[in-house]
C-alpha cells in the first residue's frame, strides 16, 4: 500500500511538472511567436497579435520586451489603470522626464517676439501651449540682482532670453521658476540653449538636457541673477561687472556637439552679454501660477 502511494505521489509530481512545462512552453510560444518552433525549413505565417489594453496607451509600433510578455502570460496584462489610478505619461507629466531634442512645439499665437523665436524649443514642457512675455528686461529694470528677483520671482516656470557680445543667442529653461529663498531646483526638464551667430531658426539651435538626476538644476540665490546648475550658465551681476556671464558643461548639462564646454560656444567660457530677459507664461484671472506661493524648502 505504502508503495502505491508512493507512485501515486510520483506520477502526481510528473504530471505537475509536465503542467508547469507545457505552460511554459506556451509561454515562450507566446512570446517568440510560433514560427521560432517551426520545422527546419518551414516557415509560419506571422499573425499579427492583437493590442492590449495598455498597448493602446503607446504608438502603433509598441512592443513589449520578453519580460513584459512573460509577465503578461502568467499573470494576465497590466492594467492602464491600476486601483483606478492613471499611469504617469509623458504627455500627463512631461517634465518628469529629460528634455527633448527631437520634438519642437508649434507657434503659439500672442506670443513676445522672443517668445516665438525659441518656442520650438519648449516641446515636452509645461509651457508648451502657454503664450510668453518678458517679465524681466536688463535694459529696462536694471542689471542688478534685486531688480532681477523683484521681477521674475513668483512668475512661475520661465526662460532666459541673453543675447553675447559675440552674437550668440542663449538661456535656458527653468522648470520651477524662482523665489529667491536661497535654494536649489531640481528638475530634470530643465535644459540650456545655444543659437550660434546667424542661426535663425530654433530647430537648427542646440538644446543641452540636464546631465545625471534632476539635482542642481538651477541655484536660486537672491544675491544673484540667474544661474543652471553650479556652473552651465551664471550671471553673477556682480557691481564691478554687472554683465559678465560664465559657462562650463558636462557637469550639470550636456556638452555642445563636439565637445564644446561652454553654452557661449566659440566666445569661451566668460563673455559679456548685451541683451538678458527673462519670459514668463501668461495666465489668466482664475488661473494658479505653478510654485508662485511656494515656501521655503517646497522647491526642492
Given amino acids: 500500500a505504502a508503495g502505491a502511494a508512493a507512485a501515486g505521489a510520483a506520477a502526481a509530481g510528473a504530471a505537475a511538472a509536465a503542467a508547469a512545462a507545457m505552460r511554459v512552453f506556451l509561454g515562450l510560444l507566446a512570446v517568440t511567436g510560433a514560427a521560432a518552433f517551426a520545422p527546419p525549413g518551414v516557415r509560419r505565417r506571422p499573425v ?11 504608438p502603433d509600433d509598441y512592443e513589449p520586451d520578453i519580460v513584459e510578455k512573460l509577465f ?3 499573470f494576465g496584462d497590466k492594467e492602464a489603470e491600476p486601483l483606478g489610478l492613471k499611469r504617469v505619461t509623458r504627455d500627463s507629466a512631461p517634465e518628469t522626464w529629460k528634455a527633448t531634442t527631437t520634438e519642437f512645439a508649434d507657434p503659439v499665437p500672442g506670443d513676445c517676439r522672443e517668445g516665438a523665436f525659441i518656442r520650438p524649443l519648449m516641446a515636452r514642457t509645461s509651457m508648451e501651449k502657454r503664450k510668453l512675455k518678458v ?9 542688478r540682482p534685486e531688480a532681477y528677483h523683484g521681477k521674475v520671482d513668483g512668475t512661475g516656470p520661465a526662460v532666459v532670453y541673453a543675447k553675447t557680445r559675440g552674437g550668440a543667442i542663449i538661456g535656458g529653461y527653468n522648470p520651477k521658476g524662482w523665489a529667491g529663498y536661497g535654494e536649489y531646483r531640481n528638475s530634470i526638464a530643465a535644459f540650456l540653449f545655444h543659437f550660434p551667430p546667424g542661426v535663425k531658426d530654433a530647430t537648427q539651435a542646440y538644446k543641452l538636457p540636464k546631465v545625471g538626476s534632476a539635482g542642481l538644476s538651477v541655484i536660486d540665490a537672491p544675491e544673484t541673477g540667474p544661474r543652471f546648475g553650479p556652473d552651465g550658465l551664471f550671471v553673477e551681476m556682480s557691481s564691478a561687472n554687472p554683465k559678465l556671464a560664465i559657462s562650463r558643461l558636462g557637469n550639470a548639462f550636456e556638452r555642445l556637439p563636439g565637445g564644446g564646454l561652454s553654452v557661449f560656444g566659440e566666445e569661451g567660457g566668460a563673455v ?21 506661493d511656494a515656501i521655503p524648502g517646497q522647491l526642492g
Fill in 48 to 58: 499579427a497579435p492583437a493590442r492590449t489594453s495598455l498597448q493602446a496607451q503607446y
Fill in 72 to 74: 503578461g502570460f502568467f
Fill in 135 to 143: 517679465v524681466y528686461d536688463a535694459r529696462r529694470d536694471g542689471w
Fill in 272 to 292: 559679456e552679454l548685451v541683451e538678458l530677459k527673462v519670459l514668463a507664461g501668461v495666465y489668466g484671472k482664475d488661473e494658479i501660477i505653478p510654485y508662485k
